[in-house]
Nanobody
């Protein structure tokens, strides 16, 4: 059974940092593209960062220059380092992994950034 488990969420003041982890079981993240998404209430999930199988990274929207996605294959984990956090970064962050027709989601972790 495939599971993605996110951790590292919490509450932080604006300007602070958090590091999210996405730990996989039942699947090798090194064989999958992995992305982090953010969802706020009544909105869709928006991709904020992506890392390809070849470790090419992409960032979307206002996170460029502040967030860093990385992969540790030995731990089967993908991280999202979040610096200079802003209130608008608040939301539920989801880890997503996919390869060919297979796609997996974690349960999400809440980030709250206060001003």
């Amino acid at each position: 059974q495939v599971q993605l488990v996110e951790s590292g969420g919490g509450s932080v003041q604006a300007g602070g940092s958090l590091r999210l982890s996405c730990i996989a079981s039942g699947v090798s993240l090194s064989d999958h593209d992995v992305a982090w998404y953010r969802q706020v209430p009544v909105n869709q999930r928006d991709m904020v960062a992506h890392i390809s199988v070849g470790d090419t990274t992409n960032y979307f929207g206002s996170v460029k220059g502040r967030f860093t996605i990385s992969r540790d294959s030995s731990r089967n984990t993908v991280y999202l380092q979040m610096n200079s956090l802003r209130p608008e970064d608040s939301g539920v962050y989801y880890c997503n992994a996919w390869r060919l027709q297979n796609m997996y989601w974690g349960q999400g972790t809440q980030i709250t950034v206060s001003s």
